[in-house]
């Protein structure tokens, strides 16, 4: 018995991996160079999956830090995190980091200890009185290792747009940037959701990240390179899925990466051993019936203004400020649209990074017809 190719909520590797071989190109190219790179798209089209793809099949000498800001609250936590991933990272046994300490940041000696864990790992832990941590040091430490080891390191901060929302994360980035500018053995990997906040950092010449690197605003990834993979990952895994049918499938979810996979492993569940539209139209209903908790959690925080102006877009309106539209659909004034919008976007509701409004999610839409439309 084959088992189900298809995961979501986990990264995307090996065969699993649908194409993006633009980007990983892109991302190839900067690696090797030193150059550094941000890549912005909405949530769960990729990113993360995309990264780490990109490094495990870099072809040369690379060493990579992984830092994920999802759980850091503050700037100290950052400068910590940094410090014990690059010890790690550049470290195959105790006496490198060690060594590396010693050498790079000779100050911070007593207060560092490493270890061995119980799969033999190597383990750092940090005793550091506040006023003892060089930031300066930690910041330019991978840079250091990398010179002194003539090796390329690559340093990937995922949600990297946490950062600005830190009570000191204005001065943080100040720091960051005017170290990471220097370095030229290092090439820093920064990305995040929330496109609207990640795009002001990079774009805003007010910002310190200001044109930092070679910025990449992900696409989804293309029906096409879709049914090809939802085709060859059924067959190879015993059942057989018409191209037709993958293309349905596809554009039920609007080809956004997380919901490709979940309705896939749906229907790779469901089906027998051809995929049926029957198979099809159960395992989408099971996807929303899935989805109805989170899609109520947003819901219910909705202000009539807010589920009027969505009741107009699942309409298909797209004159929001028309006098017809507002009055129709009781949005209010025209002052009120702008408001709207902006936390719809901020809700991840709606993005209107093409200017007319789309939704997230895939399940919004069908979710919010049937509980707030066709149930009137
Ligand atoms: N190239 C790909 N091929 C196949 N599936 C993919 C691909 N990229 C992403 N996915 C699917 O989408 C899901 C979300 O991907 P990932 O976590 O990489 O996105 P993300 O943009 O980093 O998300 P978040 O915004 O939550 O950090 C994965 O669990 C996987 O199921
Ligand atoms: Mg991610």
């Not at 990398?146 to 340093?155: D, G, L, P, S």
């Not at 049918?245 to 596809?250: C, D, F």
């Not at 129709?328 to 902006?342: C, H, P, T």
Request: aromatic share 10%.
């Amino acid at each position: 018995m084959k088992h189900n190719p298809f995961k979501y909520g986990e990264l995307s590797t090996g065969e699993n991996f649908c194409n993006r071989q633009a980007e990983l190109k892109r991302l190839h190219g900067a690696f090797r160079d030193g150059q550094s790179v941000v890549l912005i798209s909405p949530r769960r089209w990729g990113k993360s999956s995309l990264v780490n793809h990109a490094l495990q099949t870099y072809k040369g000498k690379l060493i990579s830090i992984k830092i994920d800001c999802f759980g850091i609250k503050s700037a100290e936590e950052f400068y910590d995190v940094l410090l014990k991933s690059v010890l790690v990272a550049t470290s195959t046994r105790v006496q490198q980091v060690a060594d590396s300490v010693k050498k790079h940041i000779r100050a911070m000696v007593p207060f560092i200890k490493y270890s061995i864990g119980e799969g033999e790992e190597i383990k750092v832990s940090l005793d550091l009185p506040r006023s003892r941590v060089d930031v300066d040091a930690i910041l330019d430490l991978a840079q250091k290792i990398a010179r002194q080891r003539k090796v390329r390191i690559v340093c990937c901060i995922d949600e990297f747009q946490k950062l600005s929302e830190w009570k000191d994360g204005g001065s943080l980035l100040e720091k960051l940037r005017s170290h990471w500018q220097k370095h030229k053995d290092v090439s820093y990997c920064l990305y995040g959701s929330k496109r609207h906040l990640m795009a002001s950092l990079f774009a805003d010449s007010s910002q310190p990240f200001y044109r930092f690197g070679e910025t990449l605003f992900l696409k989804k990834i293309s029906k096409e390179e879709w049914v090809r993979f939802l085709v060859a990952e059924f067959k190879r895994t015993g059942k057989v899925m018409d191209p037709a049918l993958a293309g349905r499938l596809t554009d039920r979810v609007e080809c956004h990466s997380y919901f490709v996979q979940y309705l896939a492993r749906t229907c790779w569940n469901n089906a027998q051993n051809k995929v049926t539209p029957a198979d099809l139209e159960v395992s989408h209903l099971e996807l929303l019936n899935d989805h109805v908790a989170l899609f109520q959690q947003i819901a219910k925080g909705l202000t009539q203004y807010q589920a009027n102006y969505l009741k107009a877009v699942v309409a298909g309106e797209r004159q929001f400020t028309s006098q017809r539209v507002l009055s129709e659909y009781a949005i209010g004034s025209q002052g009120n649209v702008k408001r709207i919008m902006d936390t719809l976007e901020d809700l991840e509701v709606l993005d209107f990074a093409t200017g007319d409004p789309v939704f997230c999610d895939p399940y919004f839409a069908p979710l919010f017809k049937r509980y707030f439309v066709e149930n009137r």
